[in-house]
Each structure stands twice: as C-alpha cells, then as structure tokens.
C-alpha cells in the first residue's frame, strides 16, 4: 500500500531533551516536507527537501533540523525541544512532475514538551 | 506571498442538507489550489484539486469546489451531506512558480453533521 508512515505516533518528552520524529514513503516520491499544526494557524511548514541532500527552510524552521540521505526516509528533529514545539506534526511526500503539487500525508505524531 | 482565508470556523448543518465552505485566497503569481480533509485523529486526506482548466472541479466523496479568479475564491461544496461528513476542512494554495512546493492552508472549517 503506498503511504507516508511516521513513528511515533504519540511523544511526551521534557525540555532540552534530543528527539527524532522519523518520515518514511515508500512511493518513491523525490519530494518530502515537514508541517505543524496548531489550533488556528493551520499547517505551517517547517521543512522541504526537494531531493535526496537537497533540503531548505520552510515557513517555521526554528528549532528544528532535518537530514535526506535517502529517498524514502526524511526524519525531523528537535536537539533542545523546548515548550512551544508542542503540536502535531505531519509529513508529507508529492510525486515529480512540474503538475505534481498534491501532497500526501502521513498519520501525524503529537508531541507534547513539558 | 500567499494567505488563505477559511471564513467559517465551525460550520453546523444537519444530515441531507446542502453545505458550503467557503475559502478566499491572496497570492501574486498563478496558483493551484486544494481541499484537504482530516478526520479525527487522522492525517489529512485530499478531497480535490484545482490546477488548470475548467473551474468546476470534481473530488471523492461526492465534494466540488469551484475556482473564481475574479473573486479569488475555491469554495467547496456537497448537495447533501452524511453523517460520515463530519470532520476539519482545509484549503490550501500554493504558487505554480513556488519551488519548494508549500501548501499554505487556511486555519480549517469544522463541520458538524448533525442527525
């Protein structure tokens, strides 16, 4: 079944506390992004990767680093989470193609920093 | 830059009724436009999306949205809605010059199908 899958799913963590939220699409797709979502704000995007080792800023990066080494995986992570990165966080893959704009969404991963 | 604007935060309607949820855009190039779904404790899903062409869009669940440029609007509608309907609706635009390919999404419209 084609999907993007993101592990874990649920993540209470403490502040300063490193962690890794890991992206995985198995459609082969080149493009991949990171989004958060808040209550009011909608998704907002924290990271993009146009290509494997091809990774820019979003709307939101602050806090934030990614890595692309391979194609199918694209994990986020937070090296000091600190309160205001609790949200739900949602990856996201879109096929190549200059028509290719549809984006297709893992399940999201709640983190809640204390 | 690009904003979406959802102008309904909660939409109640009851079963079989008519709804419309309505979504205004800003952008200063071309843009593509989406309707997204996400039901509860779910991802999002995509319900249609407007690229080129003709205006009046068709998406699943038997959903249509249609694209005025004039009005700058990509409102969604559905002749009769299911219980099953229940859920947040996002509209989402992005630049058709735009790289990096971000969805900006509108703050979502809840809608609540009642019985």
């Known amino acids: 079944e084609a999907q993007v899958t993101q592990n874990p799913r649920y993540l209470i963590t403490v502040t300063g506390k490193k962690l890794t939220v890991t992206c995985s699409q198995n459609m082969n797709h080149e493009y991949m992004s990171w989004y958060r979502q808040d209550p009011g704000l909608g998704l907002r995007q924290i990271y993009y990767s146009m290509n494997v080792e091809v990774t820019d800023k979003g709307d939101v990066p602050e806090g934030y680093k990614v890595s692309r080494k391979e194609k199918r995986n694209f994990p986020l992570i937070l090296e000091s989470p600190s309160p205001n990165q609790t949200s739900l966080y949602f990856c996201?893959?879109?096929?190549?193609?200059?028509?290719?704009?549809?984006?297709?969404f893992g399940p999201g991963t709640r983190l809640t920093v204390t | 830059a690009q904003s979406v604007t959802q102008l309904d935060s909660q939409v109640p309607v009851f079963e079989e009724a008519p709804v419309e949820l309505r979504c205004n855009y800003s952008?200063?190039?071309?843009?593509?436009l989406f309707w997204y779904v996400q039901y509860p404790n779910q991802g999002l899903q995509l319900l249609l999306k407007?690229?080129?062409?003709?205006?009046l869009v068709k998406g699943i669940n038997g959903f249509e949205a249609e694209f005025n440029k004039s009005q700058t609007s990509f409102h969604l509608r559905k002749p009769s809605v299911h219980i099953s309907d229940t859920a947040e609706y996002f509209c989402?635009?992005?630049?058709?010059?735009?790289?990096?390919?971000?969805?900006?999404f509108g703050s979502g419209t809840r809608l609540q199908v009642q019985p």
């Open positions: 952008s200063s190039v071309s843009v593509y």
């Open positions: 989402a635009v992005t630049g058709a010059l735009a790289g990096r390919r971000a969805l900006t």
């Open positions: 407007y690229l080129s062409g003709s205006t």
């Open positions: 996201a893959s879109s096929p190549p193609g200059l028509l290719s704009y549809e984006q297709y």
